[in-house]
């Protein structure tokens, strides 16, 4: 089992920044990826950033060159720094971590809110 607490959400105006960080606990040596999803209301959850135990990360195109996402093993923590938001930011945020063995596990959400 592996536990995720997230921190960070939020309100800003466009062109703000926020960070979001997600602790792991539990059995974490078995992460292999974490990584954000993000949903609005009535619509799937999507894929935001993702990065693996050897630090490769992957984004979707919407958030290239605003996003960056990093982790720190040592603390099982994985954060997403949010440059440049934008309106259609907005959403709530999901950490998720994928394990080797025992599956996939999700954060409670987070809110981040940009908007004038």
């Known amino acids: 089992q592996v536990q995720l607490v997230e921190s960070g959400g939020g309100s800003v105006l466009p062109g703000g920044s926020l960070r979001l960080s997600c602790a792991a606990s539990?059995?974490?040596?078995?992460?292999?990826?974490m990584g954000w999803y993000r949903q609005v209301s009535g619509e799937q959850r999507d894929l935001v950033a993702r990065?693996?135990?050897?630090?490769?990360?992957n984004y979707v195109d919407s958030v290239k060159g605003r996003f960056a996402i990093f982790r720190d093993n040592a603390k099982s923590t994985v954060f997403l720094q949010m440059n440049s938001l934008k309106p259609e930011d907005t959403a709530t945020y999901y950490c998720?971590?994928?394990?080797?063995?025992?599956?996939?596990?999700w954060g409670q959400g987070t809110q981040v809110t940009v908007s004038s």
């Open positions: 998720v971590v994928e394990t080797t063995f025992s599956g996939v596990y």
């Open positions: 539990g059995n974490i040596f078995d992460i292999k990826i």
């Open positions: 990065i693996d135990i050897g630090g490769n990360t």
